[in-house]
């Protein structure tokens, strides 16, 4: 079965920088949409930014011009770099990748990232 998996996660300070890596084990990676997203304990898993196939990309309004989300089709490998951290950016984040046309959807098991002073 297909696995993803997050690595990169830790603890920031506000106005630091993090860089969070998925791997994703799909020979078909070009079909795939590669999605982040965040949870808090007791809330619901909220959209932070996306990339298509063609390495568009679109944010969420809370982390527009400090994440950047890229993806590198040679290694099958999704980053989504996070600059300028903000204490509200404590979360447990997890990637997806996902492809209408193959009806799949994917999901990695989440790396937690602190944002403390």
């Known amino acids: 079965q297909v696995q993803l998996a997050e690595s990169g996660g830790g603890l920031g300070q506000p106005g630091g920088s993090l860089r969070l890596s998925c791997t994703v084990p799909?020979?078909?990676?070009?079909?795939?949409?590669i999605g982040w997203y965040r949870q808090t304990p007791g809330a619901q898993r909220e959209f932070v930014a996306q990339i298509s196939p063609t390495a568009t990309a679109n944010y969420a309004d809370s982390v527009k011009g400090r994440f950047t989300a890229s993806r590198d089709r040679f290694t099958n490998t999704a980053s989504l770099q996070m600059d300028n951290l903000k204490p509200e950016d404590t979360a447990v984040y997890f990637c997806?990748?996902?492809?209408?046309?193959?009806?799949?959807?994917?999901w990695g098991q989440g790396t937690q990232v602190t944002v403390s002073s």
């Open positions: 997806k990748a996902n492809s209408e046309r193959r009806g799949s959807v994917f």
């Open positions: 799909i020979i078909a990676f070009t079909d795939y949409i």
